[in-house]
């Protein structure tokens, strides 16, 4: 059983900027599909960026391309989101997830995947 530790949220005005760390609470030599999810009350949890350590594959939802990078540690299985260009409607629970399986086209779907994270929270303030 894989348990995931993230950190890294907290409170910014619109246009600042956060990271959140994500990472296994033991070590493992194997590769995962690992990525952010976000839900805001009254909302669903979507799928936000997600990106297979083995290397070769990132996927970003329309709405943070271009603001928001998914990239690994030098620690096996540590991914980052870092998230410029913050917007109110970023403000949400951030989780993040994990997949035995390789990153693929129905990444945003939240059956993909095994492990989660307990969530941190980001809100963006106008």
């Known amino acids: 059983q894989v348990q995931l530790v993230e950190s890294g949220g907290g409170s910014v005005q619109a246009g600042g900027s956060l990271r959140l760390s994500c990472r296994p609470s033991?070590?493992?030599?194997?590769?995962?599909?690992m990525g952010w999810f976000r839900q805001a009350p009254g909302k669903e949890r979507e799928g936000v960026a997600v990106s297979y350590t083995g290397g070769g594959s990132t996927y970003y939802a329309d709405s943070v391309k271009g603001r928001f990078t998914i990239f690994q540690g030098n620690a096996k299985n540590t991914v980052y989101l870092q998230m410029n260009s913050l917007k109110p409607e970023d403000t949400a629970m951030y989780y993040c997830a994990a997949s035995p399986i390789r990153c693929g086209g129905t990444w945003y779907e939240i059956y993909e995947y095994n492990y989660w994270g307990q969530g941190t929270q980001v809100t963006v303030s106008s």
């Open positions: 033991r070590s493992t030599s194997n590769d995962y599909c």
